[in-house]
């Protein structure tokens, strides 16, 4: 069973400048939950979709969003990028169900200049 | 406030020696998981711990979960210098199981 993939892997942006990150979950998973990891504030749930609907979301402003497809893919994005927005982007996915264990995609590195 | 807390935050072990990591949470939760992550890489799922007394063990890791004292250890045993990593436990506080708070990481260090 393939695992989550996300691209690009790695990204490099301007201050000021949105970006898109992807997400494609494990097969039959309907659940994706994105993170961003900084060495400063360690590891933060940014949000989950379920069913192509927002079903939690983290502590970040509004420059933050997402969305999901029938498919379960999902896409994060980020508007008018801060230098402190550079971090690895976490994706999960996971069933939602059972032991709702959650499964990591590569993740995706984002540098802003 | 929702808060995970692991002791300690560095850890260098000599090779053979035995340790435990420490995680604490703040509120019920019947839902802790291990992870380990190697420096640039993602995470990698250790442990699922759902209910009181839990015990997993996997080669020279074992984790155990008391939700009565809010508190997992994940004991490491004879280490080897493979088990170098950064290990985080986090805890889902919610109902959904998708939305997980992490604990700081403990960055183990094994020298031969």
């Known amino acids: 069973k393939a695992g989550v993939t996300q691209t690009p892997r790695y990204l490099i942006k301007t201050r000021g400048q949105q970006v898109t990150l992807s997400c494609s979950p494990i097969s039959g998973h309907r659940s994706v939950s994105w993170y961003q990891q900084t060495p400063g504030q360690g590891l933060q749930f940014l949000f989950e979709y379920f069913s192509e609907t927002q079903r939690n979301k983290g502590n970040f402003p509004g420059r933050f969003s997402g969305r999901q497809f029938s498919n379960s893919r999902s896409e994060m994005n980020v508007s008018t990028l801060e230098l402190g927005d550079s971090a690895l982007y976490l994706c999960a996915s996971s069933t939602a169900s059972g032991s709702y264990e959650q499964y990591f995609g590569p993740g995706t590195r984002l540098t802003v200049t | ?112």
Not at chain 2, 9 to 27: H, P
Not at chain 2, 47 to 59: M, R
């Open chain 2, 1 to 112: 406030e929702l808060k995970v807390e692991q002791n300690p935050l560095f850890l260098s072990m000599q090779e053979g020696k035995n340790y435990t990591i420490y995680c604490n949470y703040s509120t019920t939760s019947d839902r802790l998981y291990w992870y380990r992550q190697d420096p640039g890489k993602s995470l990698e799922s250790l442990f699922v711990l759902l209910s009181n007394g839990a015990v997993k063990q996997e080669g020279r890791l074992m984790a155990s979960l008391d939700t009565k004292a809010r508190l997992s250890t994940l004991h490491i045993t004879a280490a080897v210098h493979d088990l170098s990593a950064t290990y985080f436990c986090a805890v889902d506080f919610g109902t959904s199981g998708s939305r997980l708070t992490f604990g700081e990481g403990t960055q183990l260090t094994v020298n031969p």
